[in-house]
């Protein structure tokens, strides 16, 4: 069995990672100049839903988590956004009120 210098075998596990990578990597790169408007703007979303799944880890879910998990924040980030709609106008009053 031969072995490699060390510049050869980072050369060879640098090649197979790259090889794997390409392989196992969803194809979302692919030149906007070939594309249309919709599958434009369809390859940014799913670029953007892989984001999102790799940024939170939902990637290595089940489905019926991922589910149970973005209803969660589906329902908190509403209620935030409700809650901000009805107190807002009641603070920017009082806080005219104590300004003037």
């Keep these: 069995m031969t072995t490699l210098r060390p510049n050869h075998r980072h050369q060879a596990i640098y090649f197979w990672a790259k090889t794997i ?4 990597r969803p194809n979302l790169y692919i030149a906007a100049s070939h594309l249309t408007m919709f599958a434009t703007a369809k390859k940014y979303v799913s670029l953007k839903v892989y984001q999102y799944e790799l940024t939170t ?23 935030c956004a409700l809650s901000a709609y009805h107190y807002t106008p009641a603070l920017v009053s009082k806080v005219t009120e104590l300004v003037v």
């Design 21 to 24: 990578f390409a392989y196992f």
């Design 57 to 79: 880890s939902l990637y290595m879910l089940e489905p019926w988590e991922k589910t149970l998990f973005n209803s969660i924040i589906i329902v908190g980030v509403s209620l």
